[in-house]
């Protein structure tokens, strides 16, 4: 697993490609409040843990997929953003470096 850099919201953030996620998913300090949609979705963890995560709709600039993407907000991410297999997002061993 490598860790890559990438942009949020004019941020230099670190991100993660996982192929075990089935969504995006931010560190909560990274979202502003008007990028919360209201809704939720219950996220289950990797320890058979449930929560529940705000859905949020933030612009990233990243190797693995780029522009407005819609994302799940929790506040202990190990990684400011994790890429899990969502539609368009490039495979793992494929990052588009040039983008950084």
Do not use: W
């Amino acid at each position: 697993m490598s860790i890559l850099r990438g942009e949020i919201g004019g941020r230099e953030i670190d991100m993660m490609r996982e192929v075990g996620c089935e969504a995006f998913v931010v560190r909560k300090t990274l979202v502003e409040e008007s990028q919360l949609t209201g809704e939720n979705r219950l996220m289950i963890r990797i320890d058979n843990t449930a929560l529940l995560a705000e859905k949020v709709v933030v612009n990233l600039r990243m190797s693995y997929l780029g522009d407005e993407i819609k994302a799940l907000c929790i506040p202990d991410a190990v990684c400011d953003v994790i890429v899990g297999n969502v539609e368009g997002a490039r495979g793992p061993e494929d990052p588009d470096m040039s983008v950084m």
